[in-house]
């Protein structure tokens, strides 16, 4: 017998995205609840199966979600807003109706706050708890879904977002931090504890509760409510029918601060990341042992890489946890979520590049063989060819390092960080430059990628229509979104990124050094996946990306075209880093083929240039003393790299989406952008407050719509949107936009929106100049 094997999660949209495309399908009125269910039903199966026949001993159920895992915990635990109950929906469209928002014959109501999860590009839906909130069991779904397995004969270990993880993420209805009273505290653990108990009668032998929160630094009363939860909870796992065992599963870091206490309360099993958080987790096992009849589930399998485990690494890691303790379980580091199904299939990549990478299914099967590696006395593991095979990956280099982007990178000066002249300056004229009004008003850049421009697309990938063809059709995408810019009064144009399939990957297939797949896919959140590119080599571009799209768009009108490019954070933070070289070193090679771009775009004529940084909060490192150091210290300066080669007149936007800024609002103004755009509408607006705290400096649209809901807001709930931000900021810094790019959304909602929007502004700018 090898040692015991345990998956933290699955991904669930399936190896060809079904469950993507039979949810969108159902919202469009073309596909039924019953063929959602069972493409539902299919996919948790073969997934299960999947997992069983590797071998894995502990296969997670109730990972399953369609939509999101944290929004169905607070369904579980009864906590739907009135305003959705009161829609009279069904389960599946009350659920949808909190992650989208809903607008029909049943009601009007925005969807709940999006948030990122942690450090990744997935993103939770805020659970919002009411004041009237009557905390209570009121799902089936995790127990349904365990017999549902079982009647396929495989034993799972159900798991659930862990208590102490969902009150912290969780908020009050006006975005508020919860005050964690003993009520709620009460009211919480006893759901948990009457979760363990079901299960202990339906016969469940594990069930993990995900604690991701706790690798975060510790608040005043985090310890506290974290123990206040288990007292009441732990207790659960025995009762007069029987016991359950309990794993706490932690991820996306270490648990150094608190893993004394998590050690005294006594858990069947706790789940360490010993990847990301591996010498912290280390140094706490080390220093405070582990409890009689507690196992440690060592997470060596990287969830979030796409990249070959090193079984050499991995076997050091199992051997140190072996020094502590001989009750040792294996694990992914978190759940495969974040990474893409199978290699199987993928014929976008050759062989000598697909050795070295492994999806979830081969995740799976790297568990199973470091099982087996970890029970292998010392001349089995030497003798042994998996090991050897995998030895073989790691030893030599992978790629020729490219002589000219080193030479480049080791001449740069710190003027190179510097744009000259100082902001205020520059804003002063570019004021009289640009001719704008006052609160101008934009897009973030993407209009809809409507199913007709994706087939185009596809066609052109298969060879059905020529490029020339192709380049026709977006031209004519083009002409088309300017006209409806110029009718709708918009300031600033924007082209569309009709030409883009995304933001991230277009210029990964543009840049020198990466590689693509053809299917593999990461949820993002909802039913909206992404296709990271991989970086392979030393990046560097060869030719001009943008310039061609945005200097036709600019020939097309009068108004200004605002250029658009991705930001060298974002790309590295949206595609598969390599692990050969650091992230500085490849956000600087990023930074400087994206500076090429940007000057080449002024070059043509272009005036105003947006720079995405999507994704800068994103992998800010989730402990605050690493901030600076590991992280801020490298990342501003890089997006400073790629513009301060700009003239003064020349405006540099950026814009940033699903993220908190407030407490790095210095860092941000330190980009010296000129004007950024964001995402404020869909969570609370404290981010205004930090501003105005900050004596923020850079120009800012804080979002006045949320796209991520096909809702159409009024015209009235901006105006009203536009006075509460002119409460807080300078009139002369405020630009009007929604709070990220059009791209999800259609036509039929867009215009309309983008209507009021530009209606908004200009009822407010009237009431402004009569004062
Ligand atoms: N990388 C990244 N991360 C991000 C964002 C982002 O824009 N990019 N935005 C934020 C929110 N997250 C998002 C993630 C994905 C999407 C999104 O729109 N994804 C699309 C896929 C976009 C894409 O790559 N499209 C390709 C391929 C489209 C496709 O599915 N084609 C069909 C064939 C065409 C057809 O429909 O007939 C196929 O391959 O089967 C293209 O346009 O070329 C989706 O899930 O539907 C939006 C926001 C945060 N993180
Ligand atoms: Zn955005």
């Excluded at 020729?400 to 804003?427: C, F, N, T």
Aim: charged share 25%; net charge negative.
């Amino acid at each position: 017998m090898s040692v015991v094997t345990s998956l933290v999660g699955f991904p669930r949209i399936g190896a060809g995205r079904e469950l993507k495309r039979v949810i969108e399908r159902y919202w469009k009125g073309q596909a039924s609840i019953e063929q959602v269910r069972q493409v539902a039903a299919d996919l948790r199966s073969k997934h299960w199966r999947l997992q069983a026949d590797r071998g894995i001993d502990l296969i997670a159920s109730n990972d399953f979600s369609y939509y999101d895992q944290m929004l169905d915990t607070a369904i579980l635990l009864g906590l739907v807003p009135a305003r959705y109950r009161n829609l009279g929906l069904g389960a599946e469209d009350t659920l949808f109706a909190m992650g989208r928002g809903y607008q029909g014959p049943q009601g009007d109501v925005t969807a709940l706050p999006m948030k990122k999860w942690f450090t990744t590009n997935y993103h939770y839906l805020v659970p919002e708890i009411e004041e009237s909130a009557q905390v209570k069991l009121s799902s089936s779904k995790p127990f349904d879904e365990y017999l549902e397995a079982r009647a396929l004969g495989i034993e799972t270990k159900p798991v659930l977002i862990g208590p102490y993880t969902f009150l912290k993420l969780a908020r009050g209805p006006q975005g508020e931090v919860l005050h964690y009273d003993a009520g709620l505290i009460d009211a919480v653990a006893a759901v948990y504890a009457q979760v363990l108990r079901r299960f202990i009668e339906l016969g469940a032998q594990w069930v993990q509760l995900d604690e991701p929160y706790l690798v975060l630094d510790k608040e005043e009363g985090d310890i506290s409510l974290f123990k206040g939860l288990y007292a009441r909870i732990l207790p659960a796992r025995s009762s007069s029918q029987g016991s359950v065992k309990l794993l706490l599963q932690t991820y996306f870091g270490h648990v150094g601060d608190c893993y004394e206490t998590l050690k005294l309360q006594g858990f069947d099993a706790i789940g360490l990341d010993l990847v990301e958080g591996r010498d912290e987790n280390l140094a706490a096992l080390n220093r405070y042992g582990v409890s009689e009849g507690t196992t440690i589930v060592a997470g060596v399998v990287n969830g979030r890489n796409i990249w070959r485990n090193n079984y050499a690494t991995s076997l050091g890691l199992i051997d140190a946890v072996r020094q502590v303790t001989p009750r040792l379980a294996l694990s992914s580091s978190c759940s495969l979520l974040h990474v893409p199904f199978s290699l199987e299939g993928e014929n976008g990549l050759d062989e000598t590049v697909q050795a070295h990478i492994a999806f979830a299914v081969e995740k799976v099967g790297e568990l199973e063989e470091l099982a087996q590696l970890a029970d292998a006395g010392e001349s089995d593991r030497r003798e042994s060819q998996v090991l050897a095979a995998n030895q073989a990956l790691f030893d030599g280099k992978r790629v020729q390092a490219d002589a000219a982007v080193a030479a480049r990178i080791a001449g740069l000066k710190a003027e190179d960080y510097a744009r000259q002249p100082e902001r205020a300056q520059r804003q002063e004229l570019q004021r009289t430059e640009l001719g704008l009004p006052l609160l101008p008003t934009t897009t973030i850049g993407s209009f809809p990628q409507t199913r007709e421009i994706r087939a185009e697309r596809a066609r052109l990938r298969k060879g059905e229509i020529s490029q020339a063809e192709y380049d026709r059709y977006i031209a004519d995408c083009i002409d088309q979104v300017i006209a409806k810019q110029e009718q709708i009064g918009l300031d600033v144009l924007v082209h569309g990124e009709f030409e883009r399939n995304d933001m991230v990957e277009y210029f990964g297939q543009h840049l020198k050094g990466f590689l693509f797949t053809q299917g593999a896919w990461v949820q993002s959140y909802g039913t909206r996946c992404v296709k990271p590119p991989i970086v392979w080599g030393d990046i560097s571009r060869a030719e001009p990306i943008t310039v061609r799209w945005s200097s036709y768009a600019q020939s097309q009108t009068q108004h200004l075209v605002k250029g658009m490019l991705t930001g060298p954070v974002t790309i590295l933070n949206w595609s598969w880093p390599r692990e050969d070289v650091s992230h500085e070193l490849q956000t600087q090679q990023l930074s400087l083929a994206i500076r090429d771009e940007v000057l080449d775009l002024e070059a043509a004529g272009i005036r105003v240039i947006q720079i995405d940084e999507a994704a800068l909060r994103e992998k800010l490192p989730l402990r605050r003393s690493d901030w600076h150091t590991h992280y801020l210290n490298w990342a501003i300066p890089a997006f400073r790299l790629v513009h301060s080669g700009v003239k003064a007149t020349t405006q540099i936007h950026t814009h940033m989406c699903y993220s908190e800024f407030n407490d790095i609002i210095t860092d941000i103004d330190a980009m010296d952008a000129d004007v950024i755009s964001f995402e404020a509408s869909r969570s609370d607006l404290t981010v205004l407050d930090a501003i105005q705290a900050a004596h923020f400096e850079t120009e800012a649209g804080p979002g006045v719509y949320d796209i991520h809901s096909p809702r159409i807001p009024s015209q009235v709930e901006m105006e009203d949107r536009i006075r509460l931000i002119l409460s807080k900021m300078d009139v002369s810094k405020v630009w009007i936009n929604p709070d990220c790019g059009l791209k999800t959304r259609g036509e039929a909602e867009t215009w309309p929106s983008l209507e009021h929007m530009v209606a908004a502004a200009r009822v407010v700018r009237a009431e402004l100049t009569q004062e």
